[in-house]
């Protein structure tokens, strides 16, 4: 099987990049992007088997694209993380599962490393049955 394909939305360049790292050590083929509009055109190209989701970003708001993502009717594993308070958090996670969306995490800012890659090796096997 190719490399699962992972689409990463956040503004931090720094923490993008970290998620694209342990994204690659696990084998998966990041993509990544800043912002709304990159993210709903890559969707759309990329039909990624995995999009990590940063909740908190200036001028848009994660909810809207957990909505954008339902009405895609997207199948596959959704990540949330976020710097936002844990009740933010958990409350965006139950709103994709009410939207059907298959939601994973949702892991808080910080984002450590072994959690991450603990998750996305779980994740890749889940893929590659």
Known sequence: MEQPRLLVIDDEPALA???????????????????????????KAEDPDVVVLDLGMPGMD???????????????????????DRRVLESAFRLGEALGLQMIGPLEKPVRFQELEQLLNKLRSSLVQ
């Open 17 to 43: 990049e970290f998620v694209a790292q342990v994204a690659r050590e696990c084998d998966f083929l990041p993509v990544l992007t800043a912002d709304d509009q990159a993210f709903r055109e890559q969707f």
């Open 62 to 84: 994660g909810v809207e694209l957990l909505r954008f993502l339902a009405d895609e009717n997207y199948r596959s594993p959704v990540l949330i993380f976020s710097g936002f």
